[in-house]
Nanobody, 115 residues
């Protein structure tokens, strides 16, 4: 069984920063892609950023230049540094990991940006 534990969400003023963390544990032998997604009220879940095991990253246009994804392979942990936050970044943020053909999800962490 694989578990993903997220942390770092909270309430922040517009223009502020937050850092999300997500650690994978359990019966997981190899993680290929780690990613962050978000879902705002009334909207579909969208991928925000992803990073491969080799460190190749990809970002949604809405967060390019503001968010940075990174990972620590030794700790099976992925991070999302979020700077210059905007009210439209308010959402529940979920991490996911792809291991072989299986995708695992975290429980989500709330990020609220006040204007």
């Amino acid at each position: 069984q694989v578990q993903l534990v997220e942390s770092g969400g909270g309430l922040v003023q517009a223009g502020g920063s937050l850092r999300l963390s997500c650690q994978a544990s359990g019966s997981i032998s190899r993680i290929n892609v780690m990613a962050w997604h978000r879902q705002a009220p009334g909207k579909q879940r969208e991928e925000v950023a992803r990073i491969t095991s080799g460190g190749v990253t990809n970002y949604a246009d809405s967060v390019k230049g503001r968010f940075t994804i990174s990972r620590d392979n030794a700790k099976n942990t992925v991070y999302l540094q979020m700077n210059s936050l905007k009210s439209e970044d308010t959402a529940v943020y979920y991490c996911s990991v792809l291991s072989f053909s299986l995708t695992y999800w975290g429980q989500g962490t709330q990020v609220t940006v006040s204007s």
